[in-house]
T-cell receptor
Framework: DVKVTQSSRYLVKRTGEKVFLECVQD?????MFWYRQDPGLGLRLIYF???????EKGDIPEGYSVSREKKERFSLILESASTNQTSMYLC??????????????FGSGTRLTVV | TQLLEQSPQFLSIQEGENLTVYCNSS?????LQWYRQEPGEGPVLLVT?????EVKKLKRLTFQFGDARKDSSLHITAAQPGDTGLYLC????????????FGKGTKLTVNP
């Protein structure tokens, strides 16, 4: 069964800490995404990667960075965690060609609480 | 900026009732996808529609893509408690971007 695996389901971090969220996919997908999901705001794209070492800012990249050293792994980094980064973080991957109908495969999410 | 507006935002119904969720935009999309998300989990793809006017059925769920490829609907017949979840529509923008545009979702609760 193909899957996207996020390293942690729940995470509690202190303000100012550097936080790493890891995502691994086993489907050889070119594209990988990081979203955050908040009530009333929907899914908001943080960063997108379309190839190894390639990345593109999404709608809300401030306070975040990403790393994609290998095709299967996409990491989200919170440089200095703040309480307004408390959220559900979702990783997704896809083959290229969403306009032809390819969909995203999502991980189960990481619920991050910053205290 | 392309937007997808979903309605209603919340829906609470009794088991056995029918319902329709709408996804509308002023923009044209190459394809339209529907996802369901259960609490504490990531969204799961239900269906993709790619042709204007296309209708797809998945058991009790019927999905339709508007003729102009600007809107879509999801109809559930005889809803069951297992249908409870957040339903998200997502559109693939014309021009080849791989970044889907997501609606904010419809939270459906089916009461036994």
């Amino acid at each position: 069964d193909v899957k996207v695996t996020q390293s942690s389901r729940y995470l509690v971090k202190r303000t100012g800490e550097k936080v790493f969220l890891e995502c691994v996919q086993d489907m050889d997908h070119e594209n990988m995404f990081w979203y955050r999901q908040d009530p009333g705001l929907g899914l908001r794209l943080i960063y997108f990667s379309y190839d190894v070492k390639m990345k593109e800012k999404g709608d809300i990249p401030e306070g975040y960075s990403v790393s994609r050293e290998k095709k299967e792994r996409f990491s989200l980094i919170l440089e200095s965690a703040s309480t307004n980064q408390t959220s559900m973080y979702l990783c997704a991957s896809s083959l290229s060609g969403v306009n032809y109908g390819y969909g995203y495969t999502f991980g189960s999410g990481t619920r991050l609480t910053v205290v | 900026t392309q937007l997808l507006e979903q309605s209603p935002q919340f829906l609470s119904i009794q088991e056995g009732e029918n319902l329709t969720v709408y996804c509308n935009s002023s923009s044209v999309f190459s394809s339209l996808q529907w996802y369901r998300q259960e609490p504490g989990e990531g969204p799961v793809l239900l269906v993709t529609v790619v042709t204007g006017g296309e209708v797809k059925k998945l058991k009790r769920l019927t999905f339709q893509f508007g003729d102009a490829r600007k809107d879509s609907s999801l109809h559930i017949t005889a809803a069951q408690p297992g249908d409870t979840g957040l339903y998200l529509c997502a559109g693939a923008p014309q021009g080849g971007s791989e970044k889907l545009v997501f609606g904010k979702g419809t939270k459906l609760t089916v009461n036994p």
